[in-house]
């Protein structure tokens, strides 16, 4: 989108050190998997695509996983199985926090399992459990999913990034092993737009960014959707949340006439503010991005 050139990341804490170091020992345990269960945000499924995924995942099943399914519109759900259908793939939509679309997740890697071991006993080989690992950037919701897969909480699960630190094997079942990875994110990010988004949508740490431009970079998506696929947002979520129209404005104009409007002409707290009651759903359910049909 054209606003990304008006909004620039401090990218100094872009690529944390743990994230580096788990990076390597992520590609020296890829040897041992059988199967990569990527997860990304069902809000921005292509921004939480890492770029090195493919190259992961080689001749290896994948199972793509977009969280967050109740965050988003049932009318652009459809848009997005149907765009992945178009390029081959199946995405299986969850909602990790409470277990929506988890049951279909497990039996697609036993699936891969079954026929892992088939392969191993026509090789006279003795089966094994499938072993999967769990990708994608931080805060998407792997911790969670592995919780639900297993039944109990196993790994820390909290809603902020970086909260998994290291690599670990979980047993889910005597058929399945889940290796649970930090979140990984790529050294640079050639797109400003996808950086925003993950900003936005809290898939990197706070450290990487400036709230009152991420604010404002939000307010300017939210009206060019509004221009342009009106019909896959709430109708007039800002009008509706803060009695203050932001389609008249620019994202930095709207933030400054909200914190006029009700935090006394604090810009600050104006534009965490708004963040907070996108990330929570206070704004109704809003896709920020949308597949190109």
């Given amino acids: 989108m054209s606003i990304t050139k008006n909004y620039k990341l401090n990218l100094i804490q872009w690529y944390p050190g743990h994230i580096a170091k788990a990076e390597k020992n992520l590609k020296e345990q890829l040897k041992r998997v059988d199967v990569v269960l990527e997860v990304r945000d069902a809000r921005i499924p292509l921004a939480t695509n890492h770029p090195q995924m ?47 679309g988890v049951t279909a997740i497990a039996k697609a890697a036993q699936a891969a399992g079954i026929e892992l071991n088939q392969r191993r006993t026509d090789r006279g080989m003795l089966p094994r459990p499938v072993r999967a690992v769990v990708i994608g950037f931080p805060n998407v919701g792997k911790s969670a999913l592995i919780n639900r897969l297993i039944g109990k909480r196993v790994v820390e699960s909290a809603a902020r990034p970086g909260v998994t630190r290291q690599l670990r094997w979980v047993r889910i079942s005597d058929q399945l092993q889940l290796l649970d990875a930090p979140g990984v994110i790529p050294a640079r990010l050639d797109s400003q737009a996808a950086a925003i988004k993950l900003a936005i949508c809290d898939d990197i740490g706070e450290a990487a960014y400036d709230n009152q431009l991420i604010a404002a970079a939000f307010v300017d998506i939210l009206n060019e959707l509004q221009e342009t696929h009106s019909h896959s947002l709430p109708p007039h979520p800002l009008l509706t949340r803060y009695d203050l129209d932001s389609i008249v404005h620019t994202g930095e104009e709207y933030l400054q006439a909200l914190a006029e409007h009700r935090y006394k002409g604090d810009v600050e707290r104006a534009a965490r503010q708004m963040i907070t009651d996108f990330r929570k759903g206070f704004l109704g359910n809003i896709s920020l991005e949308l597949p190109k049909i």
């Fill in 54 to 100: 493919n190259e992961w995942v080689g001749t290896k099943t994948r199972i793509l996983v977009l969280n967050r399914v109740d965050m988003i519109l049932p009318q652009v759900r459809s848009r997005w199985i149907e765009w992945f259908k178009n390029r081959g793939e199946v995405p299986y939509f969850t909602n990790a926090q409470h277990g929506q």
